[in-house]
C-alpha cells in the first residue's frame, strides 16, 4: 500500500524517490483515464506524462483538505483531455482499433468462443459509450472505470454533485437502451439518494 501522504511530503522535502515513486504510483491511472477519454495512446500518454509533470511541479497547490490527490490528478487530466479533444476535432477511437493496440487485459486462457463473446460484449458497450454527450461519456468513466465517488466525480468535471449523479444515471439508461443487458454485467445502475 502506498502513503501517499507520506511521498507528498518526503517529495516537497526534496525526495526525488518519493516523487518518483508517485509518478510511478498514479502514472498507470492517469493513461487509463486519459486513453478511455481521448481513444488514443500516444495523445493518452503524452497527457498522462504532461498531467504528472504539471502535479509534481505544483504539489505545493494541492490541497489535502480539499480533494484526495488521486482526484487532484483526475481534475488535472479531465482538463488536459478536454483542451485535446478541443484543439484535435477528432472522433472517437473505436473498441476494434482499441482491442487491437492491446487496450484489452486478456483472460490467458480464453477459448476462441469465449473471446469471440467477450469482443462482441464490449464492442456494444465501448460504441455506446462513443456515442454519449463528452459530460455523459466523463462521468461514466470516471464512476466506472476509475471507481471515483459521485462527490469525486463532481470535483472532477467542476459540477454540483447532483449534476454528477444525474449524468452517471444518464449515461446509465441510455447506455441500457442502446445494448443488450448482457452486456451491462459490469455496470450496475447506481441508487442515488
Known amino acids: 500500500?502506498?502513503?501517499v501522504s507520506a511521498l507528498i511530503q518526503q517529495w516537497q522535502n526534496g525526495d526525488e524517490r518519493a516523487?518518483?515513486?508517485l509518478y510511478s504510483h498514479y502514472r498507470e491511472p492517469t493513461f487509463r483515464l486519459a486513453y478511455g477519454l481521448l481513444g488514443d495512446a500516444a495523445d493518452a500518454e503524452e497527457v498522462a506524462q504532461d498531467?504528472?509533470?504539471?502535479?509534481?511541479n505544483r504539489i505545493g497547490q494541492y490541497d489535502a483538505g480539499r480533494s484526495s490527490f488521486s482526484t487532484w490528478v483526475h481534475t488535472i487530466t479531465i482538463s488536459r483531455c478536454r483542451d485535446r479533444q478541443r484543439r484535435r476535432r477528432l472522433p472517437w477511437l473505436s473498441l476494434t482499433a482499441w482491442l487491437?493496440?492491446?487496450g484489452d487485459a486478456r483472460d490467458p486462457t480464453p477459448?476462441?468462443?469465449t473471446q469471440a463473446i467477450r469482443l462482441e460484449t464490449q464492442s456494444q458497450v465501448w460504441h455506446a459509450i462513443q456515442a454519449l454527450s463528452p459530460p455523459l461519456r466523463e462521468a461514466i468513466l470516471l464512476r466506472y472505470w476509475a471507481e471515483h465517488?459521485?462527490?469525486e466525480i463532481a470535483?472532477?468535471?467542476g459540477c454540483p454533485i447532483s449534476t454528477a449523479q444525474s449524468r452517471v444515471r444518464l449515461a446509465?439508461?441510455?447506455l441500457r437502451a442502446a445494448i443488450a443487458p448482457t452486456a451491462l454485467a459490469d455496470f450496475r445502475e447506481e441508487q442515488v439518494r
Open 1 to 3: 500500500m502506498c502513503d
Open 19 to 21: 516523487g518518483e515513486a
Open 51 to 56: 498531467v504528472l509533470a504539471y502535479a509534481l
Open 100 to 102: 487491437q493496440q492491446g
Open 111 to 113: 477459448n476462441p468462443e
Open 149 to 151: 465517488t459521485f462527490q
Open 155 to 157: 470535483t472532477i468535471t
Open 172 to 174: 446509465f439508461q441510455q
